[in-house]
């Protein structure tokens, strides 16, 4: 488990999300067949020029945690509405728009947090300077937030663990299938 003292390595997260990309196409073999409509665009897009742009503005705009860059540096955007409830990392362009109009979220005992990512069902993640992920207690910028990581790199193994929950789970569901032809 990362600790919040460790800051992201992007490297890691550059092997993250390869690992992520097989684990995913492995997953959306199976998923037609199995709940009967075609799945969502599940993808981990890579950062660009034009998001490395998008970063930049950012930073001018407000001061992001560290480990944002370096995220924002590896990859532009997630998408993954097929994995538990969904998940969303935003792309920075997008952070900054919801920072011009909401600005950041307060948590008790930390500095501002940037909010940078959501689910399926309206939740917010937040990541302060602390390094912490906060997720919103409802899909509100101005309620309660409580710790969802101890890191961002916390937080993406996380994310790995419900992926892989779910290629294992319809993994057991083809085999059984195939087992009892």
């Known amino acids: ?61 407000t001061p992001i945690p560290s480990d944002l860059t370096t995220m924002y540096w590896v990859i532009d955007e997630v998408s993954l509405p097929d994995v538990d409830n969904g998940c969303f990392v935003h792309p920075a362009s997008l952070v900054a728009d919801h920072f011009r109009a909401c600005g950041a979220v307060s948590i008790d005992g930390e500095e501002a947090a940037l909010v940078f990512a959501s689910d399926g ?15 919103s207690a409802t899909a509100s910028w101005f309620d309660q937030f409580d710790l969802a990581a101890a890191s961002l790199q916390e937080f993406f193994q996380g994310l790995s663990r419900q992926i892989d929950a779910r290629v294992q789970c319809e993994s057991g569901i083809l085999r059984r299938a195939r087992h009892a032809r």
């Open 121 to 135: 069902g309206g939740h917010l993640f937040a990541l302060a300077g602390s390094g912490r992920v906060w997720r």
């Open 1 to 61: 488990m990362a600790v919040a003292d460790e800051r992201l390595d992007a490297e890691w997260l550059r092997v993250w999300c390869e690992r992520t990309d097989a684990a995913l196409a492995e997953l959306m073999t199976s998923f037609q067949a199995r709940f009967g409509f075609e799945p969502g665009s599940n993808v981990v897009v890579r950062a660009s020029d034009a998001s490395h742009r998008a970063t930049g503005a950012l930073v001018e705009l």
